[in-house]
């Protein structure tokens, strides 16, 4: 069975930071888009950022230049290195990955569990 798993949140002053980290795990031929959406409380599940098996990011206005998204396809795992947080990055942090599972030839889309993110002094 694919599945993700997220690691790295917790709770952190303001300008602070913070890595989280993201493995993919199963039996898996091929992973394409990975990616970092967040939702605060009260509001609806955004994009972070995403990047592309072979490197190029994308990332949302509000975490330019704070935050970094990396990948390394060996390991199936994708990064994000978040610095200078601020409150407004207080969320749930979700793993996302396009996936293509061995034996299948569907390309899915998969959701980590979320790992909480805090900022506050």
């Known amino acids: 069975q694919v599945r993700l798993v997220e690691s790295g949140g917790g709770l952190v002053q303001p300008g602070g930071s913070l890595r989280l980290s993201c493995a993919a795990s199963g039996t898996i031929l091929s992973i394409y888009t990975m990616g970092w959406y967040r939702q605060a409380p009260g509001k609806q599940r955004e994009l972070v950022a995403t990047?592309?098996?072979?490197?190029?990011?994308n990332y949302a206005d509000s975490v330019k230049g704070r935050f970094t998204i990396s990948r390394v396809n060996a390991w199936n795992t994708v990064y994000l290195q978040m610095n200078s947080l601020d409150a407004e990055d207080t969320a749930v942090y979700y793993c996302?990955?396009?996936?293509?599972?061995?034996?299948?030839?569907?390309?899915?889309?998969?959701w980590g569990q979320g790992t909480q993110v805090t900022v506050s002094s």
């Open positions: 990047i592309t098996s072979d490197g190029s990011t």
């Open positions: 996302n990955a396009n996936m293509r599972p061995m034996g299948s030839t569907r390309v899915g889309t998969y």
